[in-house]
């Protein structure tokens, strides 16, 4: 099936620094990907809706400076924690939805898990 | 607002038994997913419902979907130990791959 490649896996920073998490489409092209967050023993909620070319779409609640999202590739999008706060440490994971002619499916990078001390 | 609940939250039950997790949803969606996440990884697609009446199985784990309803379920069948998990369904809002999660259910199979 498609694979969706996150990159790093695990990330630990000091407070105040900044992290950039990327979200590949290895072998399709994804117009639309989506950022989700997940804290301990909780379920998933999501961020942002990253879009190719253009600005993303955060959801309520969700700080659109601290939390940057750039898509500039058909393939590639990327989450940027910036002045980082050991709040922010999460499981952070996102996804892109790859369309065909039978309709589509989302598929799931491995997720980056954040700590920040 | 699109909500999706989940139940039970948690499950501890023996090998061998069977149980089902339910999932209900507040607005019309035909598009459901189910999800197993083991502890401190990512999650891993079990199943894709695309439409009223649709029904999957794969190994001792079947998932059905109902769109009048609302209500999907994970039926789990002669539980095994390695089906320990949690299990995630999430409803696609607005068909655009947006996912609305449940809180999960956290499946614990004893020996």
């Known amino acids: 099936g498609a694979v969706v490649s996150q990159h790093p896996s695990w990330v630990i920073c000091k407070s105040g620094t900044s992290v950039k998490i990327e979200c590949r489409s290895l072998?399709?092209?994804?117009?639309?990907m989506f950022w989700y967050r997940q804290f301990p023993k909780q379920s998933l909620m999501l961020m942002a809706t990253?879009?190719?070319?253009?600005?993303?779409?955060?959801e309520q609640g969700v700080e659109k400076d601290k939390f940057l999202i750039n898509h500039a590739s058909l393939t590639l999008s990327t989450l940027t924690v910036t002045s980082a706060h050991p709040e922010d440490s999460s499981f952070y994971i996102c996804?892109?939805?790859?369309?065909?002619?039978?309709?589509?499916?989302?598929?799931f990078g491995q997720g980056t898990r954040l700590t920040v001390v | 607002e699109l909500k999706v609940e989940q139940n039970p939250l948690f499950l501890s039950m023996q090998e061998g038994k069977n149980y089902t997790i339910y999932c209900n949803y507040s607005?019309?969606?035909?598009?459901l997913y189910w999800y197993r996440q083991d502890p401190g990884k990512s999650l891993e697609s079990l199943f894709v419902?695309?439409?009223n009446g649709a029904v999957k199985q794969e190994g001792r784990l079947m998932a059905s979907l109902d769109t009048k309803a609302r209500l999907s379920t994970l039926h789990i069948t002669a539980a095994v130990h390695d089906l320990s998990a949690t299990y995630f369904c999430?409803?696609?809002?607005?068909?655009?791959?947006?996912?609305?999660w449940g809180a999960g259910t956290k499946l614990i199979i004893k020996p």
């Open positions: 996804s892109a939805p790859m369309i065909g002619q039978g309709g589509g499916e989302a598929f």
């Open positions: 072998d399709f092209q994804a117009t639309t």
């Open positions: 990253s879009n190719e070319g253009s600005k993303a779409t955060y």
């Open positions: 607005t019309t969606s035909d598009r």
């Open positions: 419902l695309l439409s």
């Open positions: 999430a409803v696609d809002m607005d068909s655009n791959y947006q996912l609305i």
